[in-house]
């Protein structure tokens, strides 16, 4: 069956590190990866896209990579902030489709 | 910016009541979704909708139907409310044809059913 997968564990981190999270998946072929914040309480909001013939994109302070062979994504922010501490969410998309199907996230806690 | 908006931030309902949660997103957007989170299970797709008055079934939608008789308001029905259905109901939208395919999302109505 269809598996995303997210840390379960909280990252926690010191600021001004780099933070990591990791996206895998099994029996999926996306056409792209989209990465999600979410604060307490609120919904998602949209962070970046990477698509599968993409390795990396950047963002200011973030990057996603896409390993399609690893079938990974990664997600780093640099000079992590506690502003930065949130619940970030991986959504794969296949192709020919424009839902996205979630990951259950990971939770950042950028300590000062 | 486009903005979605929820009717509620909190409600509290009764077993076997009807529930109504409205949705409405101000930038034109063709489709529109309904998710539940809870702890430990993410965000879970119940509906969703590609124009007006069209709708799809997603992965749970057991217990629920909508309603889109205009495309920037899409409402989600609990007919009779069950203590199960305590949960976060999320509401998005979304281009067909956007660069990115991005959701936005409303902040989110805290149902509990007693």
């Known amino acids: 069956s269809q598996k995303i997968e997210q840390n379960s564990e909280a990252l926690n981190i010191q600021e001004g590190k780099t933070a990591t999270l990791t996206c895998n998946y099994t029996n999926y072929s996306p056409a792209y990866l989209q990465w999600y914040r979410q604060d307490p309480g609120r919904g998602p909001v949209f962070l970046l896209l990477i698509r599968e013939n993409e390795k990396e994109k950047r963002k200011e302070r973030l990057k996603v990579t896409f390993d399609t062979t690893l079938k990974q994504s990664l997600f780093h922010i640099t000079a992590s902030q506690p502003a930065d501490s949130a619940t970030y969410l991986c959504?794969?998309?296949?192709?020919?489709?424009?839902?996205?199907?979630f990951g259950r996230g990971t939770s950042l806690i950028v300590h000062p | 910016d486009v903005k979605v908006t929820q009717s509620s931030r909190y409600l509290v309902k009764r077993t076997g009541e009807k529930v109504f949660l409205e949705c409405v997103q101000d930038m034109d957007h063709e489709n529109m979704f309904w998710y539940r989170q809870d702890p430990g299970l993410g965000l879970r797709l119940i509906y969703f909708?590609?124009?007006?008055?069209?709708?799809e079934k997603g992965d749970i939608p057991e217990g629920y139907s909508v309603s889109r008789e205009k495309k920037e308001r899409f409402s989600l029905i609990l007919e009779s409310a069950s203590t199960n259905q305590t949960s976060m109901y999320l509401c998005?939208?979304?281009?067909?044809?956007?660069?990115?395919?991005?959701?936005?999302f409303g902040p989110g109505t805290r149902l509990t059913v007693l």
């Open positions: 909708s590609y124009d007006v008055k069209m709708k």
């Open positions: 959504a794969l998309v296949p192709g020919g489709s424009y839902i996205p199907t």
């Open positions: 998005a939208s979304s281009l067909v044809a956007g660069e990115s395919n991005e959701q936005f």
